[in-house]
């Protein structure tokens, strides 16, 4: 399981103003992004995400949006894949609107 949040797979209330105990938010999507990603492609695809994300261990704001609205809101023209930029951008901004 991939902890995005959480330390040790926990919610972190930490993680919600944008760091946690151990390693700031955009490192963590970061690393979620490289264990997402096929070696080489450089993207993180729709179904890449939606399959793992019931794993990501996210917090229960992300959860109820659901793999498939969040993907959309990293994804505004619909390509069906994101880069690791907008990747970590968009999950950094999500994170601020739902109360970091």
């Known amino acids: 399981m991939v902890s995005v949040y959480g330390v040790g797979g926990s919610y972190a209330p ?8 151990r390693q700031p938010l955009s490192q963590k999507y970061n690393s979620v992004f490289s264990q997402l990603t096929t070696p080489g492609s450089g993207v993180v695809t729709r ?13 229960a704001s ?5 793999a498939n609205a969040i993907f959309s809101s990293l994804d505004p023209n619909n390509t069906g894949s994101v880069s ?16 970091g």
């Open 62 to 66: 992300f959860q109820s949006l659901g």
């Open 84 to 99: 690791r930029q907008a990747f970590i951008q968009g999950l950094s901004q999500l994170s601020s609107k739902l109360g």
């Open 14 to 21: 930490q993680a919600m103003t944008g760091a946690s105990a």
């Open 47 to 59: 179904s890449q995400f939606t399959q793992a994300f019931s794993g990501l261990n996210a917090p």
